[in-house]
């Protein structure tokens, strides 16, 4: 079997077998097809390890970030882990593949003051009763209330909302269900998002939706819609000119854990597979209380 051919049935293996996300179904093809064009779609079992450690200089060559070459080297022993599994090839030869370490940073993260000015001056601009404004303030609120990813928001609908009990019903990644909490906050503004403009902007629609969070045409809000809000509101507050999409899922995990919460109740709730990637937000929390030493303390 040629590398395209086995690399063809192992992502048809991660949509329909292992459900995962299209973006990150696409995300794994990219990066096989990056090997792809240094290997010449040779036959899968002629593939050795040198080959792997040339693909690996040339990404250095072309000066790919560290980050980059990690993430793709790690898609690629995914893959010849799966190719040995299902006996495609009697060796795998990435087990042995080294790549640059990424470096680390810390994800960016808004301060409570912060975060409390920007979500109020969104429920000033939704006193207006503008749809748009109303419905961006409950987007906001639930995002930061409940720390789910942009993806999961967009896929709610109103069924999915339980008002009396405040909590909402999000499809995560690898289709896995759970059920999250928000705060009074977010609930007043879905409420009033759901009263006041989700009519207004339904009667828009083409056709009838479920979702609960629309876009201006009526129908089920896209996750570009929400990365560009989050990224302009949140870019003044954290001082950034470029903010990630999961800023706000940052600040809400980080926040959480200043408050109190235990690191696997902030695990359950973020919807995080391994503890280890819940961990990232003690790092960021002892920093802050460190950062906050050093200015209060005389003898810091």
């Known amino acids: 079997m040629r590398y395209s051919e086995a690399t063809a049935a192992f992502t048809t293996h991660l949509d329909q077998v292992r459900r995962l996300s299209p973006a990150t179904v696409r995300a794994y093809r990219s990066d096989l ?6 290997l010449d779609d040779a036959q899968l079992d002629a593939i050795d390890l040198e080959m792997l450690r040339e693909w690996l200089w040339r990404a250095t060559q072309r000066g790919d970030a560290r980050s980059t070459m990690a993430r ?3 898609a690629v022993r995914s893959f010849f882990g799966w190719a040995h599994e299902n006996e495609l090839i009697g060796a795998d030869p990435s087990l042995r593949l080294v790549t640059p370490k990424r470096a680390k940073t810390l994800p960016v993260v808004a301060s409570q003051d912060g975060i409390r000015d920007l979500l109020d001056a969104q429920r000033a601009a939704a006193s207006s009763g503008d749809p748009v404004a109303l419905r961006d303030h409950a987007i906001l609120e639930v995002l930061y209330g409940s720390g789910i990813r942009v993806s999961e928001l967009c896929g709610i609908d109103v069924d999915d909302l339980d ?3 405040r909590t909402a019903r999000v499809l995560g990644k690898g289709a896995k269900e759970r059920v999250v909490p928000y705060g009074a906050p977010a609930s007043d ?3 009033a998002y759901l009263t006041r403009a989700r009519p207004a902007l339904l009667v828009r629609a083409a056709h009838p939706t479920p979702a609960a969070f629309l876009g ?3 129908a089920r809000i896209g996750p570009r819609t929400v990365y560009a809000l989050v990224a302009r509101v949140l870019a003044p507050v954290v001082g950034a000119e470029h903010v990630g999409p999961h800023a706000l899922r940052h600040s809400a995990a980080t926040h959480l854990l200043d408050g109190g919460a235990d690191l696997r109740a902030v695990q359950e709730i973020l919807g995080h597979a391994s503890l280890g990637t819940t961990q990232i937000y003690t790092h960021v929390s002892a920093e802050r209380l460190t950062a906050s030493y050093k200015l209060a303390h005389p003898r810091a």
Not at 33 to 38: E, I, K, S, W
């Open 33 to 38: 097809a990056d090997l792809g064009r240094t």
């Open 72 to 74: 793709r080297a790690a």
């Open 163 to 165: 008002l009396q009990r």
């Open 189 to 191: 503004a879905v409420g």
């Open 216 to 218: 201006a045409r009526g």
